[in-house]
């Protein structure tokens, strides 16, 4: 069964950082593209990163570019999600996400709430 | 920066009842186009891909057309698990990938 499931999500005060992670199963994480899109609250879907499958391409939304840095470890089978400088406009529901070319985003993992706040 | 444009934000149909959901992109995103689905406290899930394709698992009653800026979801008779919210995302020129502001479909 393919599955994504996030971690580390929690509550952190303005400029601080967190870090998530997304553990793959079911699939070789290595073979394929992968994205961190996230959702704040009440709100709709933003990408924010994307990461090649070797991991040498990476590209940042504007949003997040100087303060977000997106990693992965193929022999783990996982992503990762750096957060620095954390704003209160961060404050989201984040996902990973696997591309598939040229078919969007499947599957999505199940989220982690990021909320920041003093 | 393409930018996709859903409408109508709210939609109100009677369940056995067609809706259709409207995707529009600032410029040409060929055929470059998915929608998902997201129900309250759920991840999206991906319905539609390369415009007209229903990913794996996805019933016949979800449809999907269009190419270049315009772009339609149909789902021919509502069923009560298909109220939710409705998103379309190019993926033609990126980055950014960039998603529409979404649907929420409604019990009419």
């Known amino acids: ?118 | 920066e393409i930018v996709v444009t859903q409408s109508p934000a709210t939609l109100s149909v009677s369940p056995g009842e067609r809706a259709t959901l409207s995707c529009r992109a600032s410029q040409s995103v060929s055929s470059n186009l998915a929608w998902y689905q997201q129900k309250p406290g759920q991840a999206p899930r991906l319905l539609i891909y390369g415009a007209s394709t229903r990913a794996t698992g996805i019933p016949a009653r979800f449809s999907g057309s269009g190419s270049g800026t315009e772009f339609t979801l149909t789902i021919s008779s509502l069923q009560s698990e298909d109220f939710a919210v409705y998103y379309c995302q190019q993926y033609n020129n990126w980055p950014p990938y960039t998603f529409g502001q979404g649907t929420k479909l409604e019990i009419k």
């Open chain 1, 1 to 118: 069964q393919v599955q994504l499931v996030e971690s580390g999500g929690g509550l952190v005060k303005p400029g601080g950082s967190l870090r998530l992670s997304c553990a793959a199963s079911g699939f070789t994480l290595s073979d394929y593209y992968m994205s961190w899109i996230r959702q704040a609250p009440g709100k709709g879907l933003e990408w924010v990163l994307y990461i090649s499958s070797s991991g040498t391409t990476i590209y940042y939304a504007d949003s997040v570019k100087g303060r977000f840095t997106i990693s992965r470890d193929n022999a783990k089978n996982s992503l990762y999600l750096q957060m620095n400088s954390l704003r209160a406009e961060d404050t989201a529901v984040y996902y990973c996400a696997r591309e598939i070319v040229l078919m969007g985003f499947d599957p999505w993992g199940q989220g982690t709430l990021v909320t920041v706040s003093s």
